[in-house]
């Protein structure tokens, strides 16, 4: 016969008050406990609209509106409960207020699910490497990949390549913008040279003469085209949906993107690490190379660049950025995160929704309910 569990911790309301005066930011759900201080810069809304209700009872916020939390959202805040509130939960707790009048119970549909949520047993071990376990997950591989954690995530028993899994967001800017703008003053002297023709590889009777004055255009074609890439990247790549039944495919799908949507704030993952990037920013310069003269694809490849570093820029803002309440980044955070917790199948871009706007994979808009 197992064991039974250990009794949840409890707090008096007045232990409460102590922590909500030294800085931290708890919260309730009924009478139960979370602490949510190091969610505060993750949180979608900002992290004053988390400070703004600490010490109350959020049933009621995680119905909406705004909008209404996903299941995943509420299964992300369990990893952050630490015990059961003393007393009447009904009864005043929140810096010298009384408790919301708007208070609610736990779905019952939800709460025995909620209390049952055990972090330390899982599908995997998370003691071990998981990239050679989740191959067998099988049929439950794509549930368990969408139900992200707070956790940090091992790929490799090697040190050495587990290393090169992981970066420091600042390492992008500081080894890609020299490149980018090594190459963009080296292409543009290119084109003052006045040497540089369209076409003359097939036909020097109709080559085209390239002035120096299309370098900006062929620059922002080449951030365009990278929001594109992105977009078609995110897609049809790291959202494939790899067969129940091979070990192999899943396996890639997670080290390619599944990890991420598994522990969506592991900072040492947010970013594309300098080794493998090397070898798709490789790819890409390469095949540029052989479809347009050197300076044209040169170009439009230091203008695809700039557009790769600001994209990586901002994927790691919209996760740990807190961005003011109605600005672009504000919505595009907002955006974000409703990807990773709610509608995995749409909202592929990062930079920008346009591509989401012109292929019709926008997130569903969610009704705005009044508050009486």
Not at 56 to 66: E, I, K, M, R
Not at 88 to 107: F, L, R, V, W
Not at 215 to 236: D, K, N
Not at 260 to 283: C, M, Y
């Amino acid at each position: 016969m197992a064991p039974a569990p250990p009794p949840a911790a409890s707090f008096s309301p007045a232990e409460v008050q102590q922590r909500l005066a030294a800085g931290a930011c708890w919260v309730r759900c009924g009478a139960r406990l979370y602490d949510l201080t190091g969610f505060l810069r993750q949180h979608p809304g900002g992290e004053q609209l988390l400070r703004a209700r600490a010490g109350q009872d959020v049933s009621a916020d995680l119905d909406g509106p705004p909008h209404r939390h996903s299941a995943n959202a509420r299964l992300w805040l369990e990893q952050y409960y630490v015990g059961e509130l003393q007393g009447d939960p009904q009864g005043p707790m929140e810096k010298g207020t009384a408790a919301s009048a708007n208070t609610q119970k736990i779905d019952p549909a939800m709460e025995a699910k909620l209390k049952v949520v055990d972090w330390d047993k899982d599908l995997v071990d998370w003691q071990k490497p998981l990239l050679w376990q989740v191959g067998h997950l099988g049929e439950k591989y794509d549930e368990w990949v969408h139900q992200p954690v707070t956790r940090p995530i091992r790929l490799f028993y090697s040190d050495f390549i587990e290393a090169l899994t992981k970066t420091v967001w600042y390492s992008v800017p500081i080894i890609w913008m020299p490149l980018m703008l090594y190459l963009s003053w080296s292409y543009y002297r290119t084109f003052a040279q006045g040497n540089v023709r369209l076409f003359a590889s097939f036909t020097t009777e109709y080559s085209v003469a390239m002035p120096e004055s299309v370098f900006p255009g062929l620059f922002v074609l080449g951030m365009l085209l990278w929001t594109l890439t992105e977009y078609f990247i995110h897609r049809f790549l790291f959202h494939m949906t790899p067969p129940s039944n091979s070990y192999y495919l899943i396996t890639l799908h997670f080290i390619l993107h599944g990890q991420h949507h598994k522990a969506p704030f592991d900072e040492s993952r947010l970013v594309f690490p300098p080794v493998p990037a090397s070898l798709v920013i490789a790819f890409f310069y390469t095949a540029l190379r052989i479809l347009l003269p050197e300076a044209v694809g040169g170009t439009v490849f230091a203008g695809g660049l700039l557009g790769y570093v600001l994209y990586d820029m901002t994927h790691y803002y919209l996760h740990f950025g807190s961005p003011h309440k109605g600005s672009y980044l504000y919505s595009m955070k907002a955006h974000h995160v409703r990807h990773h917790f709610a509608h995995q199948k749409s909202g592929f871009g990062i930079s920008t929704k346009f591509w989401d706007y012109l292929f019709h994979t926008l997130m569903p808009e969610e009704p705005h309910l009044k508050i009486q």
